[in-house]
C-alpha cells in the first residue's frame, strides 16, 4: 500500500480538482481543443526477475534509476507472466490474451496473421509507433525490419537476440559499420575466437565481453530509443515507443566497466541439488535439468558466482540506460504527459532448482518487475495485488482513452491506480503455462525447426499454473503435478501434489484450472482430455 497518500484521497482528489475544472468551463469542448492522448513509453528486459531491482527488497543489486522510476509509478510486487518464455509471453503483453488463446507457443514461431497486437491497435487511433530492440514476434519467420513494420510499428529499429540473427539485425549493421573490432562477437557464440577467460588475471570476471561498451546492444538500444524519442516529440500526434532490451538474457557476457561492479560479493547461491532432489520433481523438470551434455544443477560455485555478478551488472547497465532514457523524455518536454511502463518477459532460475534460464513456474521464472508512470493520474506507490501481464494492454487502452478489445482477458488496472470508471475487482488467481520441451538431448540441440511445431524430434507437453494466495498448483500431462503451500514454503521446496491430506485442494485447484480453460476458450485441449 503507498505510505504517503491513501489511494482512496488520492482518487477523490483527482475527481474533486477534475469537476472544479469543468464547472469553470475550463474542460468546455465548445472553448477547449480535445486534449491530446498520452503517450506510451514501454521499457522491456528480458529474463530480469521481480526481485534484482534494488526498491523491490534486493540490498545488493545497483538500480538508481528503476529506483527512482519506481518511487514515481504504481510498482507492482506480484505480477506475473502468461508464459515463462520469450515469444508467448510477449504475444500476451501485446494481445492481453492467454497463451493458449492466441496460441504463439513456441519461440520462433510467428503468431496468427490476423491477431492484431497493441501497436496495430494505437496506430489505427493516430498513434506514431516505434520499436526499439527486440521485438521477438513475428508474423513472418525469419524477422526482419519489414516484418516488425507488418505488426503495427512505423519505425523499426531491430535487434532480435544474438548475434545468430545478425542478417537482420539492425544492430549489427550498425556495429559492422562503426566498431573497428566488429569481427568479434560475444565469446561463446563466436567462431575462431580464442576463450578470453584464459588471458585474464585472477579475480578479473571471466564473462568480460570483448566488445566496447559504446558497442553493445544495450547501449546501442539506449541511444537509438533516446534519438526515436527526440524525433517523435516534434510530432503533433501522440507516440507509442516500445524500447527492448535483449539483456540481461544469457551469455552473461559484460562489458568493461561494469564487469566490476560486483567483484567482491559473495553471493547467497542456491543450494547444489543432487540426483536424488531432481529425482523428486516431476518427470518434465527432471528432463528439462538433465539435457544437454553439462547439465548445470552441480555447476561449479565459483563460476556460478561469476554469474550472478555479470547477471547483476547487466541490469545495472540497463538501468544507466533507462536513467538516460527517461531524462530525454524530460528534455523534449513530453514526461507529464506520458505512461511509462517498465517490464520483463519473464524472469531466470539462475540455478535455484537446479535450472537455468526459464520454462519452469517458480518465482524466479513467472513473476517480473511491473512499473506504471503517469503524473498526476497513476497513483505512485507499491501494490500487492495479484496481476497478470496481459492486464498491461487493456490498462493502457483505458488511459489513453480506447476502447478496450473485446476479446482481451486481461483487466484494466485503471480503477485501482488512477480511478478510471468502474469498480476493480483484485484477482483471486493468476495463470501461466508453457510448452515444455521433454526430452534428454544427448548434448545435441542442433535439431531442426519446424515453424508451428517448435523443434523436430522434441515432444512439448502444453503444463498448466495456477497461483493464489497461499498455493501454487502445476499440472503436467500424463499425471505429474506440484503443489506448494506459498505461506509456509515460499522457496517451493516442499511438492505437496500427491500428499493424502492436501487432496481436496489439489481437486479444488485441478478444477479452477479446468473453468479458466472453459472460460478463456481453450476447447481444443478440453477435447483432448488433457485436463481430466
Known sequence: MPNSVSRRSFLQQSAVTTGALAAAGELSAADQKPSRRPNVLFIMTDQQRFDCVAANGNGIIKTPYLDALAAQSANFSRAFVQAPVCVPARASFFTGRYAHAHRNRVNYTPIDRRTVLLPARLREAGFQTALIGKLHLFYYHPPSAENAQKTGFDIVELHDGTHRTDRWSDYATWRNKHDPRRDVYYRDLAKDVPDLAANLKPGTNPFRSAIDEQFTDTTWTGERTRAALRQMAKAEQPFFLYSSFWKPHSPFEVPVPFDSLYND??????????LEDIERLPLP????????????????????NWIYRSYYASITHIDREVGRILQTLEETGQAENTIVVFASDHGDQLLEHG????????EASVRVPLMLRLPGSIQP?????????????????????????????????????????GDYTPRDAVHSENIIPEVITGGSMDFEFVPGQGIKGIRHPDAKMIRTDRWKYNYYPEGFAELYDLKNDP????NLANDPARATTVAELKGRILDWLITSTETDQIAKKWMV
Open 355 to 362: 535450472l537455468m534460464g526459464k520454462n519452469v513456474f517458480f
Open 381 to 421: 506507490g507499491q501494490f500487492d495485488e495479484l496481476v497478470e501481464t496481459i492486464d498491461v494492454l487493456p490498462t493502457l487502452m483505458e488511459l489513453c482513452g480506447l476502447p478496450i478489445p473485446e476479446d482481451c482477458h486481461g483487466r484494466s488496472l485503471s480503477p485501482l491506480i488512477a480511478g478510471g470508471a
Open 285 to 304: 523438470l527432471q528432463k528439462l535439468i538433465l539435457r544437454g551434455n553439462n547439465p548445470p544443477y552441480d555447476m561449479d560455485r565459483a563460476k556460478l
Open 265 to 274: 560479493v559473495e553471493f547467497e547461491l542456491p543450494r547444489p541439488k543432487s
Open 491 to 494: 522457496h517451493e521446496q516442499h
